[in-house]
């Protein structure tokens, strides 16, 4: 009996197991070892921090990483801003089948691949776009508008590609008030502005931490969207990691570049939890 | 008349809302008191709910005025009006403490930090809740919360207090307990509190006056005990504490006095109910004659007492308000059985005479329904 039950418990653990170890700790260690290796010629291998000093010298290198963290940042607060008026309309507002169709509508960009809406946003922003040509139809541009290759563009496609990560854990939160709750909020006397800051947000907040995990990260590590919108200027983070395996075969610099961004990640996620006053479990379960 | 007006606290003329072709309230007219406990007694379904929501300004009335200490309510915001509102399932914010729950109206009136902290543990101590504070609601038993709740209202001085069934969640020991304690906080407060419930021993401890509402009207507004011996329409008398109903025609009237032949041709008395809000019935008519089941007397009839035989079916013990449940003309009925002894326990099946004074039975027209 006793060892039917264990031996169950050990199929169940065992894909999990299996997931954890193998995509996830073996992978990072992997790289890990890897971003302390210094390669001192072609067959001899030292350890050292090269890689990271090089991440610190080399500006091009830390600006980047600072301008990826503050722009996914801004990000993830624009996707908010857009997203919590859309979620308190489908989850207090919208009725019946009407709620399904709007869920659905956040749904339908989704069943296209992130290359394909990205390509989408150029068709409607390049200078031979949609947007342009009508500015000009309007007469209220004399020639076309290139409103690609910048971080107005870059963010505009992260913003769309993170927004129904962000609707889906507030609807979620936000369903499960109680209208009274708001309407006791003006009962005692406060206003519109009160009422969302005092009742509102802190009942939302599990789901407003949730969903600003989540698109933050999604932000952080996107690749497509920021190298195809954004110009030479507007460099990602991804994309050096990407270089450096790819284009330079230099996997020790990629490695350390990849640490660092999980570095990064981890400790702004931490933050916004601190500041927040929220834990992983509650934010997550 | 004393010659001295008594203050109107809150003063309603011919309230209507309609919801598509439902009319959940229909003309309703009230006029409360300051410092009384009024209740609005109805089924569920009756509109009372919706009429809570008029005063409270959730919900604006298609029609009629909403007074309070003679200023017109109909276009102020809810978060204007000096009424605070009791919610059903209480809605104490979750996320916030005990005292900053109480705190969140005193700081919208922007109350002094001191002054707030004072305010606060004031009331704490005067709903019994002394220096839970910095508890969450959460962590409150029922009763607790209830009193968190009436604090939160309290500590404002509305001058209109309105409760929307705010035991019915709590069992039933805590709610006979928490009736009482209401009623004395109303008075300790001297607030005008505006309680409703379909319960109709809440309504009948508590209040000072009840006005008992059917289809979004008030069939009738009376002291508790007016309620109970002088219902004004048959849905009072079968709604407001146990009644037997016997249906049949009118036969006679002998002043106030109706005889009433039942189905089975028998013919039983009581008195004509006061006229003002229900027709009365002419000869012929068909009438419904209410009698209480402690004014059936079980086998021994008095000179001047009606009598109907009856069977008994069954008989009910629930220590002082046990019961003898009997067939009457083809009527289910209920007899008060004393338990000191004066009464034996009839045989099921036995047959048994009921008598009552005529006076306390009351005869109405019967509903068109």
């Known amino acids: ?285 | 008349m004393t010659g001295m007006a008594v203050d109107i606290d809150l003063h309603c003329q011919d309230l209507v809302r309609r919801f598509g072709s439902h009319t959940a309230v229909n003309q309703v007219s009230l006029e409360i008191p300051a410092g009384s406990f009024f209740s609005i007694l109805g089924p569920s379904g009756c509109g009372k709910t919706t009429l809570l929501r008029l005063l409270a300004g959730f919900d604006r009335p298609d029609s009629g005025d909403i007074m309070i200490r003679g200023q017109r309510m109909n276009d102020v915001a809810p978060n204007h009006r000096p009424v605070n509102m009791v919610f059903q399932h209480l809605a104490l914010f979750p996320t916030m403490s005990v005292g900053d729950n109480i705190a969140y109206g005193l700081k919208r009136r922007k109350v002094p930090t001191a002054e707030r902290q004072r305010r606060i543990a004031e009331v704490l101590e005067q709903v019994g809740l002394a220096g839970m504070e910095t508890r969450l609601p959460q962590q409150l038993s029922g009763g607790q919360r209830q009193r968190v709740a009436l604090a939160r209202c309290l500590v404002l001085k509305p001058t209109l207090l309105l409760l929307d069934e705010p035991l019915g969640a709590l069992d039933l020991k805590l709610r006979d307990q928490m009736k009482v304690e209401l009623k004395n906080l109303q008075k300790a407060f001297g607030t005008t509190f505006v309680y409703i419930t379909h319960d109709q021993s809440e309504a009948l401890v508590m209040s000072d006056r009840v006005a008992v509402m059917r289809d979004g009207r008030f069939d009738q507004v009376a002291s508790p005990e007016a309620l109970y011996r002088e219902p004004a329409t048959p849905f009072v008398a079968s709604f407001v504490g146990d009644n037997n109903r016997l249906g049949g025609k009118l036969l006679a009237r002998d002043g106030e006095l109706a005889q009433v032949a039942l189905a089975d041709g028998r013919s039983v008395s009581g008195r004509l109910a006061d006229s003002g809000h229900h027709p009365t019935p002419k000869i012929g008519d068909r009438a419904e004659l209410f009698i209480r089941p402690e004014s059936l007397v079980l086998g021994a009839a008095e000179p001047g007492h009606c009598t109907l035989t009856a069977r008994v079916r069954a008989t009910l013990f629930d220590g002082a308000n046990s019961r003898v449940e009997v067939e009457a003309a083809g009527e289910r009925c209920y007899v008060r059985l004393p338990q000191d002894g004066s009464v034996p326990a009839p045989q099921e099946g036995s047959s048994v005479t009921l008598a009552w004074e005529p006076q306390l039975a009351r005869v109405f027209a019967a509903e068109a329904s």
């Open chain 1, 1 to 285: 009996m006793r060892s039917t039950g264990r031996l169950s418990l050990w199929l169940l653990l065992t894909p999990f197991v299996l997931w954890i170890v193998l995509l996830v700790l073996l992978p990072h260690v992997q790289m890990l070892r890897v971003s302390f290796q210094v390669r001192e010629s072609w067959d001899t291998l030292a350890f050292g921090v090269e890689q990271y000093r090089n991440f610190f010298t080399e500006s091009y290198y830390w600006r980047t990483f600072l301008r990826t963290g503050v722009m996914s940042l801004f990000t993830t607060l624009i996707t908010l801003l857009i997203a919590f008026p859309v979620a308190w309309y489908i989850a207090r507002l919208a009725r019946g089948r009407a709620k399904g169709w709007l869920f659905l509508a956040c749904l339908v960009p989704f069943w296209a691949s992130e290359l394909v809406r990205t390509y989408g946003w150029m068709i409607l922003l390049r200078e031979s776009g949609l947007f342009s040509a009508a500015l000009q139809a309007l007469g209220w541009a004399d020639e076309p508008v290139e409103m690609l290759y910048n971080d107005v563009a870059v963010i505009v496609g992260l913003v769309y590609n993170g927004l129904l990560f962000m609707v889906v854990p507030l609807v979620t939160t936000l369903e499960g008030m109680d209208d009274n709750l708001v309407e006791a909020g003006y009962d005692l006397g406060g206003g519109h502005v009160t009422v969302m800051r005092e009742i509102v947000v802190p009942w939302a907040m599990p789901g407003i931490v949730s969903g600003c995990i989540v698109v933050f990260m999604l932000t952080l590590g996107s690749y497509l969207t920021p190298i195809l919108m954004g110009g030479k200027d507007s460099a990602w983070f991804t994309g050096q990691i990407f270089t450096q395996f790819i284009t330079r075969f230099n996997w020790e610099q990629g490695a350390a570049l990849g640490v660092l961004l999980l570095v990064l990640s981890s400790l702004i996620v931490w933050l916004g939890l601190k500041l927040t006053g929220q834990s992983l479990r509650k934010v997550m379960g």
